[in-house]
């Protein structure tokens, strides 16, 4: 199944041939996602023409509200976090909308939930079709699950589709039995895992640069890199979340899901064609290629930091124990550095550095790929300041491309310094990227599952990241280190890259 951004014969019929009308159903729909990311999101589509006028949305929750309190409610989160608010797409959009309220632990509940979603199809036109959202805790899934093939709402491919929201478990063993749980009821087919990251046009088109631009792809190997560095960088602290990221953490939160798909894009190899699986099974491969570490690993290749009182933007900040909803003696890492290692022909003596952490100095994200030195001494004399070529793709939030290498200053002598060249999406293409959400909830409409994560993608990232999380786990306070909120991190993690003669890019 070929994506709508490599697919030009699909983006020139966007405008003839829409998604099949259809009712999406959003469970926990009285929470934050919903509003601040789901509708905006849907609205967007919609107001771009993207989307089937019979296109419906039942909110589900244990909230009491009415059809209007809803639409309300989302009226609030879709003004303030759509790309464009048109008051005239609202109304008709709006149209659409409805909630159903009741206790998801109650099996009885989806004979009626079912019930009003037939009287639905009748009124709206949807004609059977159905897109679940769980935007729920695991822990609620088997009830839904169950229920669902009672009442005969599981459907088949052609009719029903499932999106599951992160996190994909806790370790593999939750992972695995995560994945049994859905796919009793759901075939893989219908089974849609969504990390937001895989919708970031600037994610997808690592694929873009790679693989259509001929100058790239013969240096993207062990012959030239010297090493890879992966960051996701905020500045934010837990945002009213502190009891999730206790028990989550910086490797359950960010590095399981987040980096490591950026990771397996990056290192993948070319696939036989732009389609749903032929993709997966190459980042599949890059996964089953990494070294599983042992405890003797761990403890030389990963770094863990907790941060502590500091300063962002003149402003001061507390402590991570500081923080509601977490333990005074916590010791949970804000903050995670890996070194990782792919033993296959492309990357074997590569390493590949992650790093992930709350409070830091910049929200930034971003791949950089560092080349070796030149093998000749013809002008490291003349360097002023000696440097290694680093391609750089950000991600956010200063979106683009840049080159780094040496260059002659001006002059009669022969003196060198680093300079870029840099491309950057808002400059160029003069038009703001449509959100994650958009691109991801539309490829979902239109069954296509090349940006979501298979079960065996989910089982083999944990097969990585659970050895650390036991090690971990099985530490004591002594071994967390720290940091001060608004630096780059704990010294640490500097270190793990100078015991290499390597140092982490400035961003």
Not at 163 to 180: C, S
Not at 421 to 434: E, H, I, Q
Request: charged content about 25%.
């Amino acid at each position: 199944m070929t994506t709508l951004l490599q697919n030009p014969l699909r983006a020139g019929l966007r405008i003839d041939r829409l998604p099949k009308p259809v009712i999406m159903v959003i469970f926990g729909a009285s929470g934050d996602l919903a509003q601040r990311k789901l509708l905006p999101a849907l609205y967007d589509l919609a107001r771009e023409r993207n989307l089937p006028s019979e296109f419906t949305v039942v909110g589900v929750g244990r909230s009491p509200m009415s059809d209007d309190q809803f639409r309300d409610r989302m009226h609030e989160g879709v003004q303030g976090h759509s790309r464009d608010f048109v008051p005239q797409v609202w109304e008709d959009f709006a149209r659409g909308l409805f909630y159903f309220a009741g206790d998801l632990n109650q099996p009885e509940f989806y004979g009626e939930l079912r019930t009003y979603l037939e009287e639905l199809d009748t009124k709206r036109g949807t004609q059977g079709n159905r897109v679940y959202y769980l935007s729920i805790p695991p822990s609620s899934f088997p009830v839904l699950l169950e229920s669902m093939v009672t009442q005969g709402m599981a459907g088949t491919p052609e009719t029903v589709r499932i999106i599951v929201e992160k996190p994909f478990g806790r370790d593999l063993k939750t992972g695995q039995e995560l994945n049994a749980i859905v796919s009793r009821v759901f075939h893989e087919d219908q089974i849609y895992r969504i990390d937001h990251y895989l919708g970031k046009e600037t994610v997808q088109n690592i694929l873009v640069f790679r693989f259509a631009n001929a100058i790239f792809e013969p240096l993207w190997d062990r012959r030239y890199l010297d090493h890879v560095q992966i960051t996701v960088a905020e500045t934010v602290g837990l945002e009213g979340r502190g009891k999730y990221y206790e028990e989550a953490g910086a490797l359950r939160d960010m590095l399981q899901n987040h980096l490591m798909q950026v990771l397996t894009l990056v290192c993948m190899e070319p696939p036989a064609a732009i389609e749903a699986n032929t993709v997966r099974d190459e980042k599949v491969k890059v996964l089953r290629s990494m070294v599983v570490m042992d405890a003797k690993d761990v403890a030389l290749n990963t770094v863990r930091a907790q941060y502590s009182r500091g300063f962002l933007g003149g402003k001061a900040v507390p402590g991570y124990r500081e923080e509601g909803g977490v333990n005074l003696e916590s010791i949970t890492p804000t903050y995670a550095a890996v070194k990782l290692h792919i033993d296959n022909w492309r990357w074997s003596g590569v390493p590949i550095y992650l790093r992930t952490g709350k409070r830091l100095a910049k929200r930034a994200s971003e791949v950089s790929l560092h080349f070796r030195e030149s093998p000749s001494h013809l002008f490291r004399r003349y360097s002023t300041h000696p440097t290694t070529d680093v391609l750089a793709l950000r991600i956010q939030p200063d979106e683009g491309i840049s080159i780094r290498f040496d260059a002659k200053v001006p002059g009669p002598d022969i003196t060198m310094r680093p300079v870029n060249m840099d491309f950057r999406y808002g400059t160029t293409f003069a038009k703001k990227s449509p959100e994650a959400y958009e691109r991801l909830l539309l490829d979902c409409l239109y069954k296509d599952q090349t940006l979501f994560a298979r079960a065996d993608e989910v089982e083999y990232a944990w097969k990585v990241v659970t050895p650390i999380i036991e090690q971990w786990t099985q530490g004591t306070p002594a071994d967390l280190a720290s940091y001060e909120a608004g630096t780059w991190g704990p010294k640490a993690a500097d270190q793990l890259l100078n015991r290499d003669n390597r140092h982490w890019r400035r961003l």
